[in-house]
């Protein structure tokens, strides 16, 4: 079965991000509210209430520190995974900069090919430099498939090549059912990831403030 991105999905995604900015606001303006984290392993976990009802055809929570999944839904089933790829993405790049073999001040050049994307983009045009600190903006908030292949052709040479740093930095994060085929989630029968890898994948993100 295949996926499609539709507009109807991509004006979803905008207004409910504009409902998170609200609720952050709203949120720092009342105050902190003192919660008292839990940690729950496979050992303490008993009686555990049953999930939800989810409309997504797979899913699955997890306790972010040890793993343990408290909730799925068809959680190893193989979906194709569109423009959260880029989460992945994002990965790779902090962990360059992290590692200081790329600066968020490095200029990066505009390729024929990362021009050609289409989809979500920032319109990049070839032969174009913008820095990686822009770039990374540009693929956090506009989803830019452009800017996607810039900063992967940067890093590794080209799109293939930084696939299969995503592919290695997937199974380091836990995420063993997981194949990529290009840094942006345009569709490729061989991109593919499943609920719980993506939970893997986002416990690996959130090391990154």
Same mark, same amino acid.
């Given at each position: 079965? $295949?996926?499609?991105?539709? @507009?109807?999905? &991509?004006?979803?995604?905008?207004?409910?991000?504009?409902?998170?900015?609200?609720?952050?606001?709203? =949120?720092?303006?009342? +105050?902190?509210?003192? /919660?008292?984290? %839990?940690? %729950?392993?496979?050992?303490?976990?008993?009686?555990?209430?049953?999930?939800?009802?989810?409309? !997504?055809?797979? +899913? %699955?929570?997890?306790?972010?520190?040890?793993?343990? %999944?408290?909730? &799925?839904?068809?959680?190893?089933?193989?979906? *194709?995974?569109? @423009?959260?790829?880029?989460?992945?993405?994002?990965?790779?790049?902090?962990? *360059?900069?992290?590692?200081?073999?790329?600066?968020? !001040?490095?200029?990066?050049?505009?390729?024929?090919?990362?021009? @050609?994307?289409? +989809? @979500? #983009? /920032?319109?990049?045009? $070839?032969?174009?430099? #913008?820095?990686? $600190?822009?770039?990374?903006?540009?693929?956090?908030?506009?989803?830019?498939? &452009?800017?996607?292949?810039?900063?992967?052709?940067?890093?590794?040479?080209? =799109?293939?090549?930084?696939?299969?740093?995503?592919? $290695?930095?997937?199974? #380091?994060?836990?995420?063993? &059912?997981?194949?990529?085929?290009?840094?942006?989630?345009?569709?490729?029968?061989?991109?593919?990831?499943?609920?719980?890898?993506?939970?893997?994948?986002?416990?690996?993100?959130? #090391? *990154?403030?």
């Amino acid at each position: 079965m $295949e996926l499609y991105i539709r @507009s109807e999905r &991509d004006q979803m995604k905008k207004i409910i991000s504009k409902i998170l900015i609200v609720i952050l606001l709203i =949120s720092s303006c009342i +105050g902190t509210i003192n /919660v008292t984290p %839990v940690t %729950v392993n496979a050992a303490t976990k008993t009686n555990w209430p049953k999930g939800p009802s989810i409309y !997504g055809q797979t +899913g %699955v929570l997890i306790e972010a520190s040890t793993g343990t %999944v408290l909730y &799925d839904k068809k959680c190893n089933k193989k979906m *194709y995974p569109a @423009s959260i790829t880029k989460i992945m993405t994002l990965i790779l790049i902090f962990d *360059y900069i992290h590692s200081g073999k790329i600066k968020l !001040g490095d200029m990066v050049t505009t390729s024929a090919k990362a021009k @050609s994307m289409g +989809g @979500s #983009q /920032v319109f990049l045009e $070839e032969g174009e430099q #913008q820095n990686v $600190e822009t770039l990374i903006k540009c693929i956090i908030i506009a989803s830019g498939n &452009d800017a996607s292949v810039a900063m992967a052709e940067h890093i590794a040479g080209s =799109s293939e090549a930084f696939a299969k740093l995503m592919n $290695e930095r997937a199974k #380091q994060a836990g995420a063993t &059912d997981t194949h990529f085929a290009n840094p942006n989630g345009l569709h490729d029968d061989n991109h593919y990831v499943t609920a719980y890898d993506m939970a893997m994948i986002m416990k690996a993100a959130i #090391q *990154y403030p």
